[in-house]
């Protein structure tokens, strides 16, 4: 809850209320889910765990990486992982944008420029969504291959009210619930969280149930957020800095390829429980190179799954 509420400034609870209402009442259906239900929608299966994995020496990724040049263990148990061929396995790119206030003047016209320039790097495969965030959360377009409708979307954002940046990036996340697919959540603000509902802890919670990686490009008081920096590191992506408008382009441009090369490993866990949150630690033994990747993942009990 935001810390206006909490402090019980009537105001600053009441404005924007029919849209923060509605929005509220999605928020609340999503947690009120059964723990049972929802661990089987946001987990690793654990019959078929698949970690997204980026490999660099200094800012060039790594190529060339075969399965046994990776150590991963999960909760402290070296797994035995194959390298899936990321080329096979479509993208679902999720768009959570902030379309608060502040974005009014050239950064309004950029987020719009950027967004486009991500939708124009996926393959006729993959496929979009686009939420945004203000006092109120949208979930304009679900994830679709119909490419050409959230381009449309994005013509339509329109500024206002205040910032819920962890109330949007826990509705992206909700959005990315087909795991036959790579799951990328970018998140775009250039402010800091004034009127969320959730938690970050229940936010950093439901991305350990989720496959995805979160990046978040944001202005340089944006980067400042602990909370929004545990996220990111939590799900293995990075935080990007766009000191002008000018620099949202190349950052979602950066993302996407980014994100196009990262190993993606498949294991079935072996010698640890099913349930339970599962630490993961990912190495390449015997090189000088960085590895971002997922920090963990929570288990599904044999008898939850379908």
């Not at 148990?77 to 899936?84: D, G, L, S």
């Not at 495969?125 to 994005?154: M, N, Q």
Request: proline share 5%; net charge neutral.
């Amino acid at each position: 809850m935001s810390e206006a509420c909490r402090a019980g400034d009537g105001d600053a609870c009441r404005a924007g209320s029919a849209q923060r209402c509605v929005s509220v009442a999605a928020l609340a259906l999503l947690l009120a889910t059964p723990a049972g239900a929802q661990r089987q929608v946001f987990s690793a299966r654990t019959l078929a765990v698949r970690v997204d994995v980026l490999v660099t020496d200094g800012a060039r990724p790594v190529p060339g990486l075969q399965a046994g040049d990776f150590e991963l263990r999960d909760n402290g148990v070296r797994q035995r992982v194959e390298v899936i061929d990321a080329n096979e396995v479509p993208i679902q790119a999720i768009l959570a944008l902030d379309t608060s206030e502040s974005i009014k003047g050239q950064r309004h016209p950029a987020l719009i420029a950027a967004g486009e320039a991500l939708i124009d790097g996926l393959k006729a495969a993959d496929r979009a969504g686009l939420v945004t965030f203000s006092h109120a959360i949208t979930s304009k377009i679900p994830p679709t291959t119909d490419l050409r409708a959230v381009r449309a979307a994005l013509q339509d954002l329109t500024p206002s009210g205040r910032t819920s940046i962890m109330d949007g990036v826990y509705v992206a996340l909700t959005s990315t619930l087909d795991q036959s697919s790579r799951s990328l959540v970018v998140l775009c603000t250039d402010g800091a969280d004034t009127t969320s509902w959730l938690e970050p802890s229940e936010v950093l919670e439901a991305s350990h149930r989720a496959n995805a990686v979160v990046y978040a490009v944001t202005a340089s008081d944006g980067r400042r957020s602990s909370a929004l920096k545990q996220l990111v590191d939590g799900t293995g992506g990075q935080m990007l800095q766009a000191k002008s408008s000018a620099d949202l382009r190349p950052a979602f441009q950066r993302i996407l390829s980014e994100f196009r090369n990262r190993y993606v490993l498949a294991y079935t866990p072996e010698g640890v429980d099913a349930g339970g949150f599962h630490r993961l630690e990912i190495a390449v033994p015997g090189r000088r190179v960085t590895v971002r990747a997922r920090t963990g993942y929570m288990g599904v009990e044999p008898s939850r799954q379908p």
